[in-house]
């Protein structure tokens, strides 16, 4: 499993409650990415710098989905391209599921 960091500057015309409205209606069209498990939509208070933390089946489903049509929406919208880390997740403590210890 792979978790991904991205992160992407904002223009000065979105800060804080634009993300929230936006991210909050394009939630849904996450769950239709091949191998994606989770993601946690995340912006500065300052409103300067957004996100998210996402959950991957493998690297190759993110890095899938990061260099289609997402990236070129992030360009459109932000202005710039997205940051992104791959960390190898190596165990989950989620108090919703009561999972906690190794995946």
Not at 14 to 38: N, Q, S, Y
Not at 64 to 82: H, K, M, Q, T, V
Request: glycine share 10%; aromatic share 12%; net charge neutral.
């Amino acid at each position: 499993m792979i978790t991904a960091i991205v992160l992407y500057d904002l223009p000065k015309s979105i800060g804080l409650e634009e993300c929230r409205e936006h991210f909050t209606k394009i939630a849904p069209d996450f769950l239709k990415a091949p191998g994606f498990l989770r993601k946690q939509f995340i912006c500065r208070k300052e409103g300067d710098i957004a996100g998210g933390v996402y959950m991957w089946e493998s690297q190759a489903a993110a890095e899938a989905f990061y260099s289609g049509p997402w990236r070129e929406g992030i360009r459109a919208r932000y202005g710039n391209d997205p940051r992104i880390q791959y960390f190898e997740t190596v165990a989950l403590t989620d108090k919703a599921t009561g999972q906690a210890g190794a995946i």
